[in-house]
């Protein structure tokens, strides 16, 4: 018979098991982008569900900086994209492979995050926080 110690162990590493699983599809689609237009923020990118994507002003093309505690907040956004509206060029996007091994898309090199307070299509609650964290524009102004 187990011991109480060994079941709690085997109850923890089924958690962090599922927690792992949870946080690594996050995002994952394999639909288009979408562009969106709102006051005071212009056309921004948002996933095939209406989500809002951001890009950080830390980041540089090709290259996240937000790793550990940021992705709580910030989560990676990654999906296959296969088409893109008219007014986009699917050319402008990419992947790369981040320094904690997650896949993560990027637009005109730069990496895409959702923000863990945006829960309805059209929420922008990211917009500004920090002053390096914006809606991914589409003109590229970062």
Same mark, same amino acid.
Do not use: H
């Given at each position: 018979? =187990?011991?109480?110690?060994? /079941?709690?162990?085997?109850?923890?590493?089924?958690? %962090?098991?599922?927690?792992? @699983?949870?946080?690594?599809?996050?995002?994952?689609?394999?639909?288009?982008?979408?562009?969106?237009? =709102?006051?005071? @923020?212009? !056309?921004?990118?948002? +996933?095939? &569900?209406?989500?809002?994507?951001?890009?950080?002003?830390? +980041?540089?093309?090709?290259?996240?900086?937000?790793?550990?505690?940021?992705?709580?907040?910030?989560?990676?956004?990654?999906?296959? @994209? =296969?088409?893109?509206?008219?007014?986009?060029? /699917?050319? +402008?996007?990419?992947?790369?492979?981040?320094?904690?091994? @997650?896949?993560?898309? &990027?637009?005109?090199?730069?990496?895409?995050?959702?923000?863990?307070?945006?829960?309805?299509?059209?929420? &922008?609650?990211? !917009?500004?926080?920090?002053? %390096?964290?914006?809606?991914? /524009?589409? +003109?590229?102004?970062?």
């Amino acid at each position: 018979m =187990k011991s109480r110690k060994s /079941r709690i162990m085997t109850l923890l590493a089924v958690l %962090l098991l599922i927690a792992a @699983i949870s946080l690594s599809s996050w995002g994952a689609t394999s639909s288009t982008v979408d562009i969106k237009n =709102k006051e005071g @923020i212009g !056309n921004y990118l948002v +996933d095939s &569900t209406g989500m809002t994507l951001y890009t950080f002003k830390k +980041d540089s093309p090709g290259k996240s900086a937000c790793m550990g505690e940021c992705t709580a907040m910030w989560r990676v956004f990654y999906a296959e @994209i =296969k088409s893109v509206p008219s007014a986009l060029k /699917r050319s +402008d996007f990419g992947s790369i492979t981040r320094g904690d091994g @997650i896949q993560q898309t &990027t637009y005109k090199g730069m990496p895409l995050y959702y923000f863990v307070d945006d829960k309805q299509p059209g929420d &922008t609650f990211g !917009n500004g926080v920090f002053n %390096l964290w914006l809606p991914a /524009r589409t +003109d590229g102004s970062w």
